[in-house]
């Protein structure tokens, strides 16, 4: 697709982040069915990944505790014998301490469900600032408004019956996924039209062929305690195959595979996705990605160091014209961040001449 016009139909069209951890302010005009975001480390793509994490629970549930811990942003407190979780809320804002005049935003552009999110201290509600490491889960609450309902509430829940719905999201972070994380997902995709996807997905990487996969009890009666992994079978052998024998590509493609099924209707959201995949297969990968989220109404974002990633998406989207592929180049300028889109067309160009987007 070369029409400039965001699609409507998507979850997000375009994204504006504000006062969001590292980044004051970043407009993306245009988001596709796929989009692939490159720039220089530090820049802020895995923290456009987590924004929309955020925006996808609609402040529903604790996805942003889940995004502070897995940032780091999570500490064990000794106290009164005791070890609690202490996670450090301020650290969702760009400016630390943040004050009650610093609001969050996320959201399309000129959306009506753009999420917003202020913080205020449970002793008086005052803007009085909270060092750090004090116990900031007990004095900093967040706040948050979605929609141009004008209201603020702790934590959305309180508005259940006026607000959207949580849209289905599914992350893979850089490095490869668990036994446990593809046995979670394989029981939600086993035995349904997405078991076959996920078994093509697979084979596109493979040099045997993989009839099924299962998550099976290793050594079983032997009174080994050991956790279940995800065992293949393979075409013209009757031995269970680890799956993880057959490369962590193929491990990962599976699990990416696996992850566009569950979160039909929703997002997957993909850090540093070239890894595990080998450069020869980077086109046939993003051609299953670009397919399978198209099919299951999916919207994808994932992140990039790698030139071979970035040609293989060209390459993937420029094979499919009618399922947009956009990659998007985040850059520093001096007055803070700037996205700089390449739709189908000009990513042809990017390869051709071997323009630098990462």
């Not at 990513?347 to 323009?355: E, P």
């Amino acid at each position: 697709m070369s029409d400039q016009t965001p699609d409507q139909n998507l979850h997000l069209p375009s994204l504006v982040i504000k006062n969001f951890r590292g980044i004051d302010e970043l407009t993306i005009p245009r988001l596709g069915r796929v989009t692939l975001l490159a720039g220089k480390n530090g820049v802020g793509k895995t923290t456009v990944l987590d924004a929309v994490r955020v925006w996808a629970s609609r402040g529903l549930t604790n996805e942003f505790s889940e995004v502070l811990t897995d940032r780091g942003d999570a500490f064990i407190r000794n106290a009164d014998s005791q070890q609690r979780t202490v996670i450090d809320r301020t650290a969702l804002f760009t400016h630390r301490p943040a004050s009650p005049e610093i609001t969050i935003s996320i959201g399309a552009i000129e959306d009506a469900n753009t999420l917003k999110i202020r913080q205020f201290y449970s002793k008086d509600r005052t803007s009085r600032p909270v060092p750090f490491p004090m116990d900031v889960s007990e004095y900093v609450h967040l706040e948050m408004q979605l929609g141009a309902s004008g209201l603020w509430r702790e934590g959305l829940h309180f508005l259940l019956d006026s607000i959207p719905t949580a849209v289905p999201c599914s992350t893979f972070g850089p490095n490869r996924p668990t036994d446990e994380t593809v046995e979670e997902y394989w029981n939600e995709v086993a035995l349904t039209s997405h078991e076959d996807r996920a078994l093509e997905a697979l084979n596109l990487i493979t040099d045997v062929v993989v009839e099924r996969v299962a998550a099976l009890e290793p050594f079983p009666g032997t009174g080994f305690m050991q956790p279940r992994r995800v065992m293949a079978k393979v075409r013209d052998s009757d031995c269970q195959v680890p799956l993880r024998t057959l490369g962590d590509g193929a491990f990962r493609t599976f699990a990416v595979g696996l992850a566009l099924a569950r979160s039909s209707g929703g997002f997957l959201l993909i850090d540093e996705a070239e890894n595990g995949i080998h450069h020869s297969i980077q086109a046939k990968f993003w051609n299953m990605v670009l397919q399978t989220a198209e099919r299951n109404n999916v919207q994808v974002i994932a992140t990039t160091h790698s030139w071979d990633c970035v040609e293989g998406f060209a390459q993937a989207a420029n094979e499919l014209e009618d399922i947009e592929g956009l990659l998007v180049r985040i850059e520093r300028v001096p007055v803070g961040l700037r996205a700089i889109t390449y739709d189908e067309s000009r990513l042809a160009s990017v390869t051709k001449y071997d323009i630098e987007v990462r």
